[in-house]
Each structure stands twice: as structure tokens, then as C-alpha cells.
């Protein structure tokens, strides 16, 4: 266990209290403090001799990280060279990659951290959060007593099976569960000392894997079905018995499981699934500033979005719902939006997935369409006959919005609003400099993945990246700080809103379409605020009716400090 607590001392000010010593001590990374170690400390917590002469302070060696880590040169090595930081001195990594948030948020987050998942097994240093084994199904109550924080408000919690655009890797989806709690620390302030990354290991369908000598993970075909169910269940049991007032946030689960455990356990405990809810809030944001962008009412807009997985019908979900909330019944908001997959236009007569069937067309409402081919109608075929407003992208089909589809919508429509949102870079729908080309910069536009600045015409233009860093470290910390009963549809409601009212398009309809990922925490602040809010107008939270929520949550927000340590 992490044997350290923070205390105030007789004059109240905030110290650390520890047993350890010497290595011990300088090995625990939530509790080194390097050459920030005070002579005095260094006599009484024995230290002396294991340390440099010099004392630094906590941002003399934020600036010493920070020309070490621009000595690599590629975006891997840089990712490991944070994470070996992380595993050293959790305090010094935080202080500088809040520094320099906007340049190492897509170093530890995507798109890096999709190769580090891949290299899981190659790269494997020290142990981080917990791995829990269906061979080890009877022993979870035991495998969480071995954690380490004691105290655990969020889990973020994957079973590797659709890891971002690169699908099935296992284990090493573990690097996905800790790359997104960095991100809640980072930009929603939760503290690091209270959260746990958990790696379900069902088995794995890739093949690499399964041959592959070094893997760590359970040599097995995933399972599924009823063992699977039941495996979830057990776990579901184990965590929230022993932490019952936990945020547990779901992460890169395969399609066909992610919906069915949401809506499993979504009314009974406070849960999230990252890909869905969070990826749906941005996106739905990103929705709405480009309404205000594009002059066109909600109501009145036809969006068609390729890609109808969890993400895609995650998204669809949450524009349908402000589709009614501008008024529309649900027909007529379904009507509104066309999902294409890889076997082309969702229809009645289409192989669906449950999740997939309520976004599906009938065959009279495409009986009078002009195709090519009529028994597979693909993405160009919906835009000629929709003419969408929006185009959405969660296909991790690179190149799919090609230029004549564009240039296509672009003569349909005024403005259109397109959003290339799949990761990483690679796997992304269109380019950004590419759709400011062929639609002469009249596109509103954001994308999934982090891309330069565009020059077109003598302009900059600023990509805004739907990037759901922007969503769940404010839902979560407002969830948690009120301690929320369960994650409910208008406390997401309420966390898309605030997103949206920090758009830039507030100010300039030109502007992009999201905050600077530098912002994040300011943003944050402002959807932790609104979703305890909407949690306490919903009975839904579990604190003093009277306790000022502003002040609570900014006194939830911890910020990487070095503190003063006294022995035990």
C-alpha cells in the first residue's frame, strides 16, 4: 500500500507524512521529490549521499525534463521517455506536461499512445494499475486488496478488445486505461493518488498476438457470450463493493459489448463509457457551435455519419436527443440522420447490431433515390441524395471523404460542417488542408486527431480537434466531487452545453470550433460545474444540499506541488 498521507502540522500547513527511506523512498514515484529534497530531509529520511549536492526546485527541474525530452526526436520515443518520468517522479511529469499541455497531450494521449499500445509487451516496464485475468475470475476481491492507491475514486477500466482506429491488442490496453487517468489529472484536476487503471484480460482474436512469444496477456481466444457476462458481473460486484461511491469509466470495449454493459449498469451505478458518451458530448459540441457557425437551426440540419460502431452511434445517439430537445418528435429527428457502415447505408435489410437498428432506413425511404448501386448504397450515393449539412467520420477508413465527395456536399450547401474524427492520423476520413482546398475554406471543420494550422489564400485557420479530453476529466470531476449516484442523459446534456458555450464561434463565426487544447482545464472547471448542477437539480448527488459547488470543485482540483515531509 502507499504508505504516505498528506496532514496539516501543528501551524496548519499542508506536510506529508512517511515511514520510508533512503531508496524506499526515492523508488515510490508518487512520493520522490529528486534533488527537490531538502537538506534536512535528506539527514532525517536518510538520503544523504544518494542525491546530488545541488537543491532544485520543482520547476528548475520541470525545465531540465523539458530539454531532455526535446532531445527525441520521434513521438514513441518521447511517449517513453514520459512514461519512464511517470514511473520515476509523478509530481516532475505532471508539472511539465501541464506546462506544456498542447504539445505532450497528443504525446501520452492519442494518437501516440495507440504505438505504445502496440509495443505493450516489447516496451513493458513497471507494473501499473491492475491486470485481472478470466483465469483469475474467483480471485477479484483479492486482486483489487493488492491495489495500489488505498483510496480509489475512478477506475478507468478496458478489456483491450477495439483499441482507438488499431482494434483488437489485448493487454496492452492498459496503456489506454493509464494514458486516459493522466488525462483526467491533467486537464480535469483529479488527483493521480486516486485513481486505478484496470486491465480485464479476456483473451485476444489477434492472431500477432497469440504467436507472438512475448505477449503477457492470457494466450486464449476472447471470451464471450455468457462467460464474458458473467466475468463483467463478478468484476462489476467486486470494484463497486469496495468502492461504492466509484466513478467507473468504461474504455475501448468491442462494439458489440460496450452498449450492452452501458445500459446494464448505467442506472444502478456511476458509469460512463468513454467512447460513447464522452466521444458523443465533443462531437455533439462541435454540432452545435457549427450551427451557430452555419446560420441553420438544429432542427434543420441532415447529418450522415460514416461509421457505425460504438463511436458512430454513440454520436448519432446524442445529436437525436438535441434534435428533440429543439423540438423534434423522435421520428422526425431520426429522420434526420443516415448511418453508413462498411456494407454501405444502414437499412431494415441490412445485418444489424441491436444498437444499430433503431438508426435504420426502410427501403421506402430510399425507393425514389437516384444510385449506382442499388444493393449497396454507399457514402457517395447518400450525400447526392441527402445533401447533408454535416459529415461525420468514425470509419477509420483513410480517405473516405475524397474530393468529389466534397467538393459534392460543398455544392449542396453553403457551409458545410465536416469532422474527419477517426484516429490516429493515419486512419483519418480527409485532411484538413484538403477540405479548406475543395471547399475553398467555406468547411467548418474538426477532426479527431491533432493537425497543424492550415494556410489557405493568405489565411491561417486553426484546426479545432474533437478531442474527448475537452468532455470526461469535467464530467468525471463533477460527478465525483458531488459523489453523483449515477451518470444521468442531462447531466451529459449539461456537459455538452458548457463545452459549446466555450466555442469560439461565440465571439467570430470564422473562429474554430473548440477552445485550445491549453484551455482544457479552465474548461473542465466549467463542465465539472455544470454536471454537479444538473446532479444536484436531479437528486442525483449525494453532499450537503448547501455546500457551494464552485468552491468545491476548484477545492477538488489538485495541482502537482512539492510539500514539506515529516516522519512517522
Not at 516496451?123 to 485475468?133: N, W
Not at 454507399?378 to 467538393?407: H, M, Q, R
Amino acid at each position: 500500500m502507499f504508505d504516505a498521507k498528506l496532514v496539516q502540522n501543528e501551524n496548519g500547513d499542508l506536510v506529508i507524512e512517511t515511514s520510508l527511506t533512503g531508496n524506499d523512498l526515492l523508488n515510490t514515484s508518487k512520493l520522490n521529490k529528486g534533488c527537490a529534497f531538502t537538506p534536512e530531509e535528506r539527514i532525517r529520511f536518510g538520503l544523504l549521499g544518494l542525491l546530488p549536492l545541488q537543491m532544485e526546485t520543482l520547476e528548475q527541474q520541470t525545465a531540465r525534463m523539458y530539454a531532455q525530452f526535446q532531445e527525441h526526436h520521434t513521438n514513441l520515443g518521447k511517449n517513453i521517455y514520459l512514461n519512464v518520468l511517470h514511473d520515476y517522479n509523478e509530481t516532475l511529469f505532471y508539472n511539465l506536461t501541464s506546462h506544456h499541455l498542447a504539445e505532450m497531450l497528443p504525446i501520452i494521449y492519442t494518437p501516440t499512445v495507440g504505438e505504445a499500445v502496440q509495443r505493450f509487451s516489447l516496451e513493458h516496464r513497471k507494473t501499473r494499475g491492475l491486470y485481472i485475468s478470466y483465469p483469475d475470475r474467483d480471485k477479484i476481491e483479492q486482486i483489487l486488496e493488492n491495489r495500489l492507491p488505498h483510496y480509489v475514486d475512478l477506475s478507468v477500466v478496458t478489456d483491450g478488445e477495439a483499441v482507438l482506429g488499431i482494434g483488437d491488442q489485448g493487454i496492452g490496453g492498459i496503456n489506454i486505461s493509464v494514458a486516459k487517468l493522466m488525462v483526467y489529472s491533467l486537464c480535469g484536476g483529479i488527483s493521480p493518488h486516486r485513481v486505478l487503471p484496470i486491465q480485464l484480460d479476456v483473451g485476444t482474436n489477434n492472431q500477432h498476438l497469440l504467436n507472438d512469444p512475448m505477449y503477457l496477456g492470457w494466450r486464449h481466444e476472447r471470451i464471450t457470450g455468457v462467460q464474458y457476462d458473467d466475468f463483467i458481473d463478478a468484476f462489476v460486484k467486486a470494484i463497486t463493493k469496495k468502492f461504492p461511491t466509484l466513478f467507473l469509466h468504461w474504455e475501448d470495449m468491442g462494439r458489440d459489448n460496450a452498449r450492452r454493459i452501458l445500459s446494464r449498469y448505467r442506472n444502478n451505478i456511476l458509469t460512463m463509457n468513454g467512447d460513447m458518451q464522452a466521444t458523443g458530448v465533443v462531437a455533439l459540441s462541435c454540432v452545435l457551435s457549427g450551427v451557430i457557425a452555419s446560420g441553420i437551426p438544429l432542427k434543420d440540419h441532415r447529418i450522415v455519419i460514416l461509421g457505425a460502431g460504438t463511436a458512430g452511434i454513440g454520436i448519432a445517439d446524442q445529436i437525436y436527443q438535441a434534435m428533440m430537445r429543439s423540438g423534434l418528435s423522435s421520428d422526425e429527428a431520426r429522420a434526420h440522420i443516415w448511418l453508413v457502415d462498411k456494407t454501405g447505408l444502414l437499412t431494415t435489410q441490412s445485418a444489424l447490431l441491436p444498437f444499430q437498428t433503431p438508426f435504420a432506413r426502410k427501403p421506402a425511404d430510399v425507393r425514389q433515390w437516384t444510385l449506382q448501386n442499388k444493393n449497396n448504397i454507399e457514402l457517395y450515393d447518400v450525400a447526392y441524395n441527402v445533401k447533408p449539412t454535416i459529415l461525420i467520420g468514425c470509419s477509420t477508413a483513410a480517405g473516405a471523404f475524397n474530393e468529389s465527395l466534397v467538393k459534392l456536399i460543398a455544392s449542396q450547401v453553403e457551409r458545410p460542417i465536416i469532422m474527419p474524427l477517426s484516429n490516429p492520423n493515419s486512419l483519418t476520413e480527409a485532411k484538413p488542408e484538403d477540405l479548406m482546398a475543395w471547399t475553398d475554406a467555406k468547411a467548418i471543420i474538426a477532426t479527431g486527431s491533432p493537425f497543424p494550422d492550415v494556410f489557405h489564400h493568405e489565411v491561417w485557420y486553426r484546426i479545432a480537434q474533437s478531442n474527448n479530453a475537452f468532455a470526461f476529466p469535467g464530467i468525471g470531476l463533477g460527478a465525483i466531487a458531488v459523489k453523483a449516484k449515477q451518470l444521468s442523459d442531462e447531466m451529459l446534456w449539461a456537459a455538452t452545453l458548457a463545452l459549446k458555450d466555450c466555442s469560439p464561434v461565440n465571439q467570430d463565426k470564422m473562429a474554430p470550433l473548440l477552445p485550445k487544447l491549453a484551455e482544457a482545464k479552465m474548461v473542465s472547471y466549467r463542465v465539472a460545474l455544470a454536471v454537479a448542477e444538473e446532479a444536484r437539480k436531479e437528486g442525483l448527488a449525494q453532499i450537503d444540499a448547501h455546500i457551494d459547488l464552485k468552491e468545491l470543485i476548484k477545492a477538488s482540483m489538485w495541482e502537482p506541488r512539492y510539500y514539506p515531509y515529516r516522519k512517522v
